[in-house]
T-cell receptor
Framework: AQTVTQSQPEMSVQEAETVTLSCTYD???????LFWYKQPPSRQMILVIR??????QNATENRFSVNFQKAAKSFSLKISDSQLGDAAMYFC????????????FGTGTSLTVIP | DVKVTQSSRYLVKRTGEKVFLECVQD?????MFWYRQDPGLGLRLIYF???????EKGDIPEGYSVSREKKERFSLILESASTNQTSMYLC??????????FGDGTRLSIL
């Protein structure tokens, strides 16, 4: 099975600053999807950003962007101009179209935003 | 917007009871999933379904079963609840190549 590793259990950032959350994964597939999800204290998981492995261009959604390094199997999330509402658990996820569309999640990074 | 609705946000049951967790989605998604979430362990897949009446075991299916009689509904069943099944349970749905959409979660306590 694919594995997804988030090596930073906790991170903190000053409001308005930039923070990068790390994610690596292990796979032998060439076609797959990667996602970052956010889970605020209210608990509902929401999609932040997605990346298709065949696309070389890094995905961007407003203040959120990724650094996708396919050869290194790395998929980091950069949050620019951090806001108090960005405080949450962030999960990296891998989806394989070949193994029954399963998702594989990392263990999460808890982000604190300091006013 | 996709709406995934879990029947309860909080549930308290007793050891040995049969417990049903219900999940309904309104976007005609083929795929539905049940996870449990525990601190430090992330999300662990219990079961998933890619079509009506179809189901596949995830990483931790022991002690659980599922039912998908209709496309929009995916039920998780704890056959005989035990204290180690106290957890947060998350339901999700998706299209075959799309992202997952999650419900609010059910915090289940087994006493």
């Amino acid at each position: 099975a694919q594995t997804v590793t988030q090596s930073q259990p906790e991170m903190s950032v000053q409001e308005a600053e930039t923070v990068t959350l790390s994610c690596t994964y292990d796979t032998s597939e060439s076609d797959y999807y990667l996602f970052w999800y956010k889970q605020p204290p209210s608990r509902q998981m929401i999609l932040v950003i997605r990346q298709e492995a065949y696309k070389q261009q890094n995905a961007t959604e407003n203040r959120f962007s990724v650094n996708f390094q396919k050869a290194a199997k790395s998929f980091s999330l950069k949050i620019s101009d951090s806001q108090l509402g960005d405080a949450a658990m962030y999960f990296c996820a891998y989806r394989s179209p070949l193994t029954g569309n399963q998702f594989y999640f990392g263990t999460g990074t808890s982000l604190t935003v300091i006013p | 917007d996709v709406k995934v609705t879990q029947s309860s946000r909080y549930l308290v049951k007793r050891t040995g009871e049969k417990v049903f967790l219900e999940c309904v989605q309104d976007m005609d998604h083929e795929n539905m999933f049940w996870y449990r979430q525990d601190p430090g362990l992330g999300l662990r897949l219990i079961y998933f379904s890619y079509d009506v009446k179809m189901k596949e075991k995830g990483d931790i299916p022991e002690g659980y079963s599922v039912s998908r009689e209709k496309k929009e509904r995916f039920s998780l069943i704890l056959e005989s609840a035990s204290t180690n099944q106290t957890s947060m349970y998350l339901c999700a749905s998706s299209l075959p190549r799309g992202p997952q959409h999650f419900g609010d979660g059910t915090r289940l306590s087994i006493l």
